[in-house]
């Protein structure tokens, strides 16, 4: 019989913790560690759309092919930020460029929610 399963709750010693209070220096700090992050870079991607394509076809493909998206015309992008979707919005041209006007923002719980 292992020694640490024959104790009982009775015999082991109680652990015992500070209680835990906010104060205007934690939160300074915790403003300090939000700067540390904020010239942090990412990447910023936008999907407009996807295809699965057996490697048969894959192999046939050359300029001037056509590869059918899942997904509609007129549909939103999908934003993703380092992998993690953030948004959707729709291609837009500015000056010979193109950009993407957010259409809408996934809800911060939402984003956490599919982080784990």
Known sequence: MNPAT?????????????????????????????DVILDVSVTLSMEVGRARVPIRNLLQLNPGSVVELERAAGEPLD?????????????????????????????????IRKLR
Not at 81 to 109: K, M, Q, W, Y
């Open 79 to 111: 934003i993703y930020v380092n992998g993690t979707l953030i948004a959707h919005g729709e291609v837009v041209v500015i000056n010979d460029r193109f950009g993407v006007r957010l259409t809408d923002v996934v809800s911060p719980v939402e984003r």
């Open 6 to 34: 024959s104790l009982s709750a009775q015999e082991l010693p109680r652990a015992s913790f500070q209680t835990l209070q906010a104060d205007a220096a934690a939160s300074a700090a915790q403003d300090q560690n939000l």
